[in-house]
């Protein structure tokens, strides 16, 4: 239901029946645009049969005003009789208070239709809000014996395990998420871009770690074309429009930091690309909702060992050559 370009807001479905025949449906436009309740009323070719309709909706409808008026006064002002709600907004700012609107309206609302369906559909929006952090995603690429990189590169490029297939899949996930994450270490050895080159779609915000600050300006991550967060402990560095400085305390575990700093940002999702260090410190911290891991048949020997999950289960998915493994904690 809707799209990833909605983020931070949620992805909303919508339909309208009357008479038993749909008349009308939506989903949420791009972030800032009008929401999944208002595309379907505006969808409808009579606006008189919105009167004996029923509205369907994934999630409550709002109740404030934010970039667009509020959805539940729209369906007050249309008259539509009977609302059914997949599941209640858990944004502090509705959280039933769109319901209690409408039921005072004299609108017949019914509560928790596939209600686990529905906010498994907007996972990243209620880990948000229920969690203050974004949906946290883990991804790596692994040799079939283990290892996630040699032990030895040349001129900072990145050493492919994986086939063509499988890196575009990575750069469609960039489309859909709202940020990935890099340790110090990938940024110098692999010098990533982490941009959206191999598929449509906007670049994600890019992180990464560099507690001294001290990166060369020349890696492709601090060419300041993608807006991006430095996690640093040098508070003398000074942030730019692109190019943003967030002080954190390398004493203590990174990840529920970096969770806090990017909350504030509101920031939905995150995919922790690498490296081995930085994927373990957030498997230890337990501050992971799902991981992908690309399993390649090729046989590296000795190298960095993948990071380790213990008691998982994996739905397996075959890309030519490459196992794709969809983990969950």
Same mark, same amino acid.
């Given at each position: 239901m809707g799209t990833f370009a909605a983020l931070p807001n949620p992805s909303v479905g919508a339909v309208i029946v009357y008479q038993n025949r749909i008349i009308g449906e939506g989903f949420t436009s791009a972030y800032g645009g009008p929401h999944a309740e208002v595309n379907a009323i505006l969808s409808v070719k009579n606006p008189e049969w919105l009167k004996d309709s029923t509205l369907y909706v994934s999630l409550e409808p709002c109740s404030h005003f934010g970039k667009t008026p509020p959805c539940s006064d729209l369906i007050i002002q249309k008259k539509i009789p009977k609302v059914v709600v997949g599941t209640v907004d858990p944004y502090a700012q509705v959280c039933g208070q769109g319901i209690d609107k409408m039921k005072k309206a004299g609108i017949e609302v019914i509560l928790g239709v596939l209600e686990a369906e529905c906010q498994q559909s907007n996972k990243r929006f209620f880990t948000y809000h229920q969690k203050k952090r974004p949906y946290i995603i883990l991804k790596w690429a692994e040799s079939v014996d283990g290892f996630i990189a040699p032990l030895k590169r040349e001129h900072n490029q990145p050493v492919w395990l994986t086939n063509n297939y499988s890196r575009q899949l990575v750069?469609?996930?960039?489309?859909?998420?709202?940020?990935?994450?890099?340790?110090?270490?990938?940024?110098?050895?692999?010098?990533?871009?982490?941009?959206?080159?191999?598929?449509?779609?906007?670049?994600?915000? $890019?992180?990464? %770690?560099?507690? +001294?600050?001290? @990166?060369?300006?020349? =890696?492709?991550?601090?060419? *300041?074309? !993608?807006? &991006?967060?430095?996690?640093?402990?040098?508070?003398?560095?000074?942030?730019?429009?692109?190019?943003?400085?967030?002080?954190?305390?390398?004493?203590?575990?990174?990840?529920?930091?970096?969770?806090?700093?990017?909350?504030?940002?509101?920031?939905?999702?995150?995919?922790?690309?690498?490296?081995?260090?930085?994927?373990?410190?957030?498997?230890?911290?337990?501050?992971?909702?799902?991981?992908?891991?690309? $399993?390649?048949? %090729?046989?590296? +020997?000795?190298? @960095?060992?993948?990071? =380790?999950?213990?008691?998982? *289960?994996? !739905?397996? &998915?075959?890309?030519?050559?490459?196992?794709?493994?969809?983990?969950?904690?």
């Open positions: 750069h469609k996930w960039r489309s859909e998420e709202m940020a990935f994450l890099v340790g110090a270490q990938t940024v110098i050895d692999d010098n990533p871009s982490l941009t959206t080159r191999d598929w449509y779609g906007r670049n994600p915000l $890019r992180i990464f %770690i560099d507690k +001294e600050g001290t @990166i060369d300006s020349n =890696l492709s991550i601090k060419d *300041k074309t !993608v807006k &991006t967060i430095c996690i640093t402990a040098n508070k003398t560095l000074i942030s730019s429009e692109n190019l943003i400085f967030e002080w954190a305390d390398f004493s203590k575990p990174l990840p529920i930091q970096i969770g806090h700093i990017l909350f504030k940002h509101q920031i939905c999702s995150l995919v922790v690309e690498g490296g081995a260090k930085t994927l373990q410190d957030f498997i230890d911290a337990k501050l992971w909702d799902e991981a992908r891991v690309f $399993r390649s048949p %090729i046989t590296l +020997e000795q190298g @960095i060992s993948r990071p =380790l999950i213990s008691d998982y *289960k994996a !739905v397996i &998915t075959n890309i030519l050559d490459d196992q794709l493994l969809l983990i969950k904690p």
